[in-house]
């Protein structure tokens, strides 16, 4: 990307907003301009485009400049996903599945046989690149949204997503054994009679953590987290290999997975599965009562899963035991109760030195067998899932630590403290509560975000300050330097123990096993016994001069991977409520804009949109600095984190969207709206729409 900077003019790549405006950065350390969507003449998001400055200064302080396109230099895609309808002319159009983009697509060829409404992939003809309106053809067709997996596809080409296997990496993988030949074995410490077991969802089929633990004294515990050995499988360069990287994480949607693997590897030959052999790499942690970890031990390994275990089920033996658990578990339950005691050790050290925990319900759609939306339920996170997410933590340090100390070049997880922006933002929303972030030209250190939490512990807007907390933070990235993880307050981080599904992972496997190889990853951690003065091995040059590049690819396709999967969960949800309109639900105000407010309903996280016109007879202006909609003349507000009471009033499937009404807030539990107060004089409107049951399925 350049910057000309010539008579105004400057080359950055776009970045969609939300509203259909666009962001463009430049090279340089410049802040970025804003391009009106009136002003983006046919460019889309990704594309690299050339600007013109419309102002040398910003209009008001902390605005961003403003600018306008006029060229479109290259485009990151020349295809475009969307569902097709038909004017009364005959003519073909695109209604792009991005919403905000400001593009009109008339379809010139591919369109035979095509139905009004179906989702097509149609290629953009470049001639029209400059301008709003562009001509295209079809090249694929997906199908009508009501037939199930069409949204996925749409999804999926959307994102650019890969879906098929070159030819190459499926002869590559067809070519692997069914089980770890003997030889592997045989150069491994053999584990096949420690008690381990896999702990995972219901649904899932790829297993590729064991943990195991024992009592080593009446104060210390070990711990061990054993990673199928996909390294073992996929050398750096092959085919497998690049394959993993171009998709670099998996992609989980309700009804199927996109793995970065294969299923010969993801789901068979590295998966952790009961009663069969399995080659993995392992971490051993001595770890005391306090939750400190007095030594580690890292080992090349052969497993056998004693069972497989789901977090539910897990649960259940946990905190509401049966008589014939003993019977039923055996040893296993014995090893469950020692992980237990060691989880509440190290999440108990680990919250003592500020680590922030967001536990935050979010809506699994429940799918019948045709895979049709029948309800939105809030997912469980419990003592099972706390207990996998502690111990994974742990040895995604210990390995960090070890590649670090020995100047291995790794991928680290880096996580930086909140922009000062934000945590002025953030203070602000505090307020209303009777919180006060204390004031500091330096971030807030973690635990006095984890004391603000602590705070709203078991109250109302609980939900609401945890969600607040969380955007207040910054993404984290993969880096090539460790720069230390500020949520999880950890000096040192990587991803480790998900080598089936985040490149990343399979990145530190390698890093690891070199190590390995030559004696020197055993050690104890602090104390008596430490070993020191081994020397670092000799750094592998091609792979630190590629880990920028690859430390900003897995970055991308974890994002990618992430929006993807928000895009079809809202998707699924919009669609199903697209029957229940006119029901009411109770929600939460998530947002407050001058054009109206944003509202989440409360049992099945969704937002949506209350717009400012329906909030009755009066002129309503907007305190940004209060969060609040203030009636001029009544004096009625509307403010952020407000309870209310909203009805469904429309649905866009288009714009995954929510039109809602408020009908009584909780500041009185009265009727509020001035159109709901004449609809019940008016009484009971004939033909109107009778909201559906609860599970009704969409055709």
Known sequence: MSNRGRGGSHE????????GDGLVRTSDRRPPFLVPRRDLHGAIAGDLVRVEARSRRPSAPGALPRAAVVAVLERRHDTLVGSVERDDEGRWWLLPFASKVPLTVELTAGV???????????????RGRDAGVATGRVVERLGPVERPGVDVLVVLRHFGIPEEWPQRVLLEAAALPADPAAADIAEREDLRQQVTVTIDGASARDFDDAISVERVSSRLF??????????????????????AYRRGTSVYYPERAIPMLPERLSTELCSLRPGVPRLAVSVFLDVDRQGRVQARRFATTVIRSHRRLTYDEVRRVLEEPRAGDEREYGPVLAMLRQAREVMQAL???????????????????????????VGIRPGQRHVAH??????????????????????????????????????????????????DLPESSEPPEPGALQDVLRRVEGRPEEPFVAAVVLRSQ??????????????????????????????????????????????????????????????????APPLAQRLPEMAEHTSATERRAEQSERELLQWKKVRFLADRVGDRFAGRITGVQPFGLFVQLTELFVDGLVPVATLGDDYFVHDPAGHRLVGSRSGRSFRLAQEVEVELVGVSTRHRSLDLQVVATERDGTRESGREQRRAEAGPKKGRRRPAGRGRRRR
């Open 222 to 243: 070990r711990v061990g987290v054993h990673i199928a050995d996909v390294s073992h499988y996929v050398p750096p360069g092959g085919g497998l290999d690049g394959e």
């Open 474 to 539: 910054q993404r984290a990235i993969y880096h090539p330097d460790s720069a230390g993880h500020y949520a999880l307050a950890s000096e040192h981080y990587l991803h480790f123990t998900s080598p089936i599904r985040r490149y990343p992972d399979l990145v530190a496997h390698r890093q690891l096993k070199a190590l390995l190889a030559e004696g020197q990853a055993a050690k104890g951690v602090g104390g008596r016994g430490r070993r020191r003065d081994l020397g670092p091995l000799d750094p």
């Open 112 to 126: 035979e046989g095509t139905g009004h409404g179906e989702f097509v992939v149609a290629r953009l003809d470049r």
């Open 12 to 19: 950055g790549i776009l970045e969609p907003l939300e509203g």
């Open 386 to 435: 706390r207990l996998i997410e502690e111990l994974m933590i742990a040895a995604n340090e210990a390995v960090a630590e070890e590649l670090l100390e020995r100047q291995q070049p790794a991928l680290f997880r880096v996580h930086h403290p909140p922009d000062p922006e934000r945590v002025d933002e953030l203070r602000t929303l505090l307020r209303p509560f009777g919180i």
């Open 347 to 373: 999440h108990l050290r680990r919250t003592e030195r500020g680590s922030l925990d967001f536990d935050l319900p979010e809506g699994d759609v429940e799918l019948d067998t045709d895979g049709y939306v």
